[in-house]
Nanobody, 127 residues
Framework: QVQLAESGGGSVEPGGSMSLSCAAS????????MGWFRQTPGKEREGVAV????????RIADSVKGRFTISQGNGKNMVYLQMNSLKPEDSGMYYC????????????????????WGQGTQVTISS
């Protein structure tokens, strides 16, 4: 059974930095893509960053480009999201997700094309 577990959320002031981690386990076949999505109340889940596990190629949402970086661990069962220059509008629940062939490659990534999800970790940017 695939399990994704996020960690690293919390509260930070605007302009600060925060790093999120996602530990993946239970795959019989390695996922092709792992990504980070975020959601605020009343809004749809938004794709923030995705990484191709084999090639390391990444895609980043325009709203966070230049501030957020997605990376993976050497064992490829860990994915990270480094968030710098944080803004209040970056606040939300951040979810780690993974997909294989399910993701069409469209951008922004549709959440329903990612079959595996973590429980989420809250990120609050506030002074």
């Amino acid at each position: 059974q695939v399990q994704l577990a996020e960690s690293g959320g919390g509260s930070v002031e605007p302009g600060g930095s925060m790093s999120l981690s996602c530990a993946a386990s239970g795959y019989t076949d390695s996922p092709r893509f792992m990504g980070w999505f975020r959601q605020t109340p009343g809004k749809e889940r938004e794709g923030v960053a995705v990484i191709h596990i084999r090639t390391g190629q990444t895609r980043i949402a325009d709203s966070v480009k230049g501030r957020f970086t997605i990376s993976q661990g050497n064992g490829k069962n860990m994915v990270y999201l480094q968030m710098n220059s944080l803004k209040p509008e970056d606040s939300g629940m951040y979810y780690c997700a993974s997909a294989g062939r399910e993701w069409s490659g469209s951008w922004p990534p549709p959440a329903d094309e990612y079959p595996y999800w973590g429980q989420g970790t809250q990120v609050t940017i506030s002074s």
